[in-house]
């Protein structure tokens, strides 16, 4: 993470297995490269270059540990792509449309809080 | 299944690693990035103690014992909400010079899992990058920041008890600072 362009954050996101790899970064916070790979029917290789684009993107935080390299979702420049495009207002009108989105595709009642 | 959890929070900040460093260790005035607490220490060193307070000094939300300094590349202290009975964590700023600015990395470690203060400091990360960026860059606290601050201050009568200074006293003249 060099810039705070939003270009290499768009570029990281656009493709699938980047957005998995994210997924799995963020749900087990401290994971390792091998950790991610086991996921995806790709090289060890091929990982670690997806990896390397989130990571030049701000959006995954490796640190070193031991032999390991523990791999941190970070949150903040998606954070500042949302406080580039929406206001304080707009984004509680469009939190509750994207609530009702959800409730609808899940057959379920907005105003009723799950079971 | 881990009994304790790290957060880490990056962000890129155009300008200079003196001014950054310098709102996250300043004593002389409120941090803004830092909720606007203004830190109490009996010394900026290895050992030190620090007390975050409100800018009257009458309310400590945060109380640490500092494990490094290292002006200005890395900061790391243990981290205790006075609110919560949480174990304490470690919280640490690492400050890197890059092409054009500063890379500024906050990690808190050992955080407890599923606990009070491991919400706070998932939400806590962004908002203390996102300001420290934006008072660095342009200057000043942004509206909303700004108005949080004021909401919080009309309404620091209703902080809880245990959150009063006189809880958590420092050693020396370390209350002593200018107010």
Redesign the interface.
Known sequence: ????SFDSIFQALAHPARRRMLDIVKDT??CNVNDVAAAFEMTRIGVMKHLAKLEEA?LI?S?KSGRDR?L?????PI??IY?RWTM?YSGWWAGRMVDIKYAIEAGTNPQEPDA | MPETETFVSKIFIAGSIDAVWREITKTDEPQGAMFNNRMHTDGLALGGQIRMRTPDGKYTGVIGEILEFDPPHRFAHTFRFTHLEDAECVVSYDLKEVDGGVEFTLTSKGVAVGSKTAKQMKSGGGFICKTLKAIVEKGRLPLHVWTIYHVLKALSFMAPAATKSENWPLKGNGDAQPA
């Open positions: 993470m060099k810039t705070d916070p401290g701000g935080h640190e523990r941190y979702f970070n949150i903040v954070q500042l406080d304080e």
